[in-house]
């Protein structure tokens, strides 16, 4: 059985950076693109980045190019999600999903983790 | 980048409706498209991907369409279940921008 599952909830000051997890079982993780999307409370969602875990080749939305990496594991199936710099804007339920190669939508997706940022 | 817009924003149904749910992209994406259901507190869970396939598990009350610019999301029996909100997303290239949503509610 897949299953992605993330680190937990966070709480951040102004300035400081946060590092999400998203551990993969029951799937071969090189098989897969792994993606980070956020979704601010009461807004929609928005897609950060993704990265191909058995090249280590990531491509960011340039809304965030410079404040997030995204980086993966495979000899622990784990993808990270860094971002830096954060502002209370940055609130948010941080998603990691699974995409198979060559295939147009995200099949299994972690829990959510939930980053406040506050002074 | 590539905008994907949605309409409605948010209809009111009753079970038993055929709901129809438009996603528009702003240049041509071929069928590199796929559509979610979100209910709240949840992770989105995907529907149809490829723009017209059917995820295994998904009743077949959902179904997709469309390739290019003109997309769209049918739930042809509308069940207490689907009450939630909706998001289409683009593969076509970076970034994979999702669409604004369409909540459906109850009439």
């Known amino acids: 059985q897949v299953q992605l599952v993330q680190s937990g909830a966070e709480v951040k000051k102004p300035g400081s950076s946060v590092k999400v997890s998203c551990k993969a079982s029951?799937?071969?993780?090189?098989?897969?693109?792994i993606s980070w999307v956020r979704q601010a409370p009461g807004q929609g969602l928005e897609w950060m980045g993704r990265i191909i875990p058995i090249l280590g080749i990531a491509n960011y939305a340039q809304k965030f190019q410079g404040r997030v990496t995204i980086t993966a594991d495979k000899s622990t199936s784990t993808a990270y999600m860094e971002l830096s710099s954060l502002r209370s804007e940055d609130t948010a339920v941080y998603y990691c999903a699974r995409r198979p190669l060559a295939v147009a939508g995200y099949d299994y997706w972690g829990q959510g983790t939930l980053v406040t940022v506050s002074s | 980048a590539i905008q994907l817009t949605q309409s409605p924003s948010s209809l009111s149904a009753s079970v038993g409706d055929r709901v129809t749910i438009t996603c528009r992209a702003s240049?041509?994406?071929?069928?590199?498209l796929a559509w979610y259901q979100q209910k709240p507190g949840k992770a989105p869970k995907l529907l149809i991907y490829?723009?017209?396939s059917l995820e295994s598990g998904v009743p077949s009350r959902f179904s997709g369409s469309g390739s290019g610019t003109d997309f769209t999301l049918t739930i042809s029996s509308l069940q207490p279940e689907d009450f939630a909100t909706y998001y289409c997303?683009?593969?076509?290239?970076?970034?994979?921008?999702f669409g604004p949503g369409t909540k459906v509610d109850i009439k």
């Open positions: 997303q683009q593969f076509n290239s970076y970034p994979h921008a």
């Open positions: 029951g799937g071969t993780f090189s098989s897969y693109t």
């Open positions: 240049q041509g994406i071929s069928s590199a």
């Open positions: 490829d723009a017209s």
